[in-house]
């Protein structure tokens, strides 16, 4: 080879070196260039975030950017629902108009939503990595008739989005050339693919962000309203217990300390009193007759006068005593001694007496009201709060024994009565399961003919084979409510025997039965009589109901509605002791009353007393006027009956003619004024 040749051939390698490194400079001046485009496309969809927050938007501006920004030429944007069952169609573009109603999924034109499994889109859902179809018209996943778009697409690249491995959407692309998607293209739309998986994990950041602080505000404000009504709760809590704390040592109606309240005090005196050698008094005020008027005015009028009560009261104390309602209409008073004990005591007593001097006054109405005062001292008459409260008490019910409107201090006399008092109540509980008590029977004689006309029954009490005196034993059962079962017991008794007298061929007879004011308060007196008669199988004209007038004007209304009842069923109604009591003569007319019984008081002088002679004469005139019968009450002297029967007074009862005895004395007697 000459040099010519060497150098034509050196010549020709080198123009093939220079070509080759021209080919290489303009691949990698290529690839430099799809290099910077795909950062660019990249860039663009990191940025969407900041001009896109929604879904919808996100999706369109993917979209747009690979259809100008990448060779294909329709592009379909598809999410998953939240089932993960279907996918469904966001956003979807192509070249023309045209091209957008077949762009979305050859697989599966003209869906919105796709199965996962169904379309081309679906098939990825499902399977979770791209599909590449080069040429549909040949790819076995398609036949032409269920496409209806060979002619118009060819290249299709399908790639899932994905965040944290699970598919969200799926990004379909489709171009009209066979095989249009080279590798860079692939490579560039997978690039644009995976970023759309971290614009959607963003998103879905986002959104999970915006619901947790969605949540975290509503969390926050159910907080604030908890921590609201929490502390309304706690405010109002402690206001309840501020009310319950004062109601606890309040008494509600008059504001003043209660019993409670009283009792703590009494016990911390007590201690002071022992430390420092003093002594000083405890008094128990109880108003006299305030029952009556609770039940002649009403609870509001009572109410309304106990708090007047305690102003007054308080009012008349010193803020060093302790002055309490102990409970309905007592008082209680601690009087801390300074200086002379006696003095101080006696000149409280006598300021607490004054304040019940003038009229309490309600709705224009006045109230005259006294009081009775039972009074302790420490250390003599009680070391402890139950033992001065229970003899200051005490001493307070001896001054109502007293006649009420007194002050008594307490002495240990005072106690061995109560506790008499006590074994007597006690003992006439069991005396009426045990049958002590009896019925006894005093004659009712008619002043004309001599004869009995009736029998007043009368309860007695038979204790250790002896007589057990009434005045022992009535004011304790009426105080107790053991009146009741006594009232009811001589009521039934005395029904049955009056029906036995009648079997006896006695029509003529009627029996008497006193009724107190207690009976006729608590005891329907109505039923009672009513069962009685009919279980003795008498008339109830045969019965007659003897009344006091104190019990009759204790609660005037409740009375006259009880002896109006008795009357309507033909019982008969007596007013017994008549003058002792409260009554006129003008008040009789408005009382239903068959019969008046007069006072032993007003016969005991008789014939000796002039004026009692004439009081018992105008009761019987004026009774005769009303249409009453007449009957004069502990006759025991002749010249008694004589009187009586000249101003002709219809019946007698007295010791004259016979004591009370018991109901065979009486049948006998009855049987020997029979003639024959």
């Known amino acids: 080879m000459n040099e010519i040749e060497q150098l034509q ?48 938007t996100i999706c369109m501006r993917i979209v747009s950017i690979i259809i100008e920004d990448t060779p294909a030429e329709n592009c379909s944007l598809w999410l998953m629902e939240e089932d993960g069952l279907y996918v469904e169609l966001t956003s979807a573009r192509g070249q023309t108009d045209t091209d957008a109603s077949y762009v979305a999924d050859p697989g599966a034109p003209d869906a919105m939503r796709l199965e996962v499994g169904e379309g081309i889109a679906g098939w990825v859902a499902k399977n979770g990595y791209p599909l590449l179809i080069k040429d549909v018209a040949r790819s076995s996943l398609f036949k032409k008739k269920e496409t209806g778009i060979s002619s118009q697409i060819h290249s299709i690249l399908c790639l899932p989005i ?56 509503r969390i926050v404000g159910e907080l604030a309203e908890a921590n609201d009504k929490m502390r309304k709760e706690i405010v109002e809590r402690k206001k309840k217990e501020k009310q319950i704390n004062y109601m606890s040592y309040h008494d509600s109606l008059t504001g003043l300390p209660n019993r409670n309240q009283f009792n703590e005090t009494l016990k911390r005196e007590i201690a002071v009193a022992k430390r420092n050698g003093y002594s000083f008094a405890v008094l128990f005020i109880d108003i006299d007759g305030f029952k009556k008027i609770n039940d002649t005015t009403g609870h509001a009028t009572g109410d309304a006068i106990l708090r007047q009560m305690a102003d007054r009261l308080g009012k008349c104390v010193r803020e060093s005593d302790m002055l309490a309602r102990h409970g309905g209409d007592e008082f209680i008073l601690m009087l801390p001694v300074i200086g002379e004990v006696g003095e101080l005591v006696d000149k409280t007593v006598q300021r607490v007496m004054d304040v019940f001097g003038p009229p309490f006054i309600f709705h224009r109405r006045k109230f005259f009201v006294t009081t009775s005062i039972g009074i302790t001292m420490y250390p003599q008459d009680g070391k402890t709060v139950a033992t001065l409260v229970k003899n200051a008490d005490i001493a307070m019910y001896n001054a109502k024994d007293h006649g009420r409107n007194n002050f008594q201090y307490f002495n240990y006399a005072m106690n061995k009565k109560v506790i008499q008092r006590h074994k007597i109540e006690n003992d006439l509980r069991k005396a009426l399961d045990q049958n002590e008590i009896y019925v006894y029977y005093q004659p009712k004689v008619d002043l004309g003919t001599g004869k009995i006309r009736g029998a007043e029954a009368l309860v007695r009490w038979r204790r250790n084979g002896q007589v057990v005196s009434l005045g022992d034993y009535i004011l304790i059962a009426e105080e107790t409510g053991l009146i009741l079962p006594l009232g009811e017991f001589v009521l039934k008794n005395a029904c049955k025997q009056l029906g036995i007298w009648n079997s006896n061929g006695q029509t003529d007879m009627t029996v008497s039965v006193n009724v107190s004011a207690r009976q006729l308060d608590k005891q329907n007196i109505v039923e009672l009589a009513l069962a009685s008669i009919r279980e003795a199988r008498i008339a109830p004209e ?135």
Do not use: W
């Not at 910077?36 to 919808?56: C, F, G, Q």
């Not at 019965?543 to 002896?563: G, W």
């Open 9 to 56: 051939t050196t010549i020709r390698r080198l123009e093939a070196e220079q070509d080759k490194i021209v080919q290489t400079l303009s691949e990698s001046s290529d690839a430099h260039s799809e290099k910077i485009r795909e950062l660019s496309i990249v860039r663009k969809i990191s940025d969407i975030l900041r001009v896109a927050p929604d879904k919808e």
């Open 162 to 217: 994905k965040e944290r491995g699970k598919v969200i959407g799926v990004l379909n692309v489709s171009h009209p050339d066979i095989g249009a998607f080279s590798k860079n293209n692939r490579l560039s739309l997978s690039i644009i693919a995976d970023q759309s998986s971290m614009v959607f994990s963003v998103m879905l950041l986002f959104n999970r962000i915006n619901v947790f602080n969605k949540q975290l505000e």
């Open 542 to 676: 045969s019965l007659c109901v003897e009344i006091t007038e104190s019990a009759i004007m204790n609660d005037t209304h409740k009375a006259m509605k009880a002896l109006t009842s008795l009357r309507s069923i033909g019982v008969k109604i007596s007013m017994d002791d008549f003058g002792t009591g409260y009554s006129s003569f003008g008040n009789l007319r408005a009382f239903p009353l068959d019969e008046l019984k007069i006072d032993r008081m007003f016969v005991h002088n008789i014939p000796g007393d002039r004026q009692d002679m004439a009081i018992a004469r105008g009761i019987v005139d004026m009774a005769h006027n009303l249409g009453l019968i007449v009957v004069a009450e502990g006759i025991e002297k002749e010249s008694q009956r004589n009187f009586f029967r000249s101003i002709d007074c219809d019946q007698m009862q007295g010791y004259l003619f016979s004591k009370p005895v018991e109901a065979e004395e009486v049948s006998r007697m009855l049987i020997g004024q029979c003639p024959g």
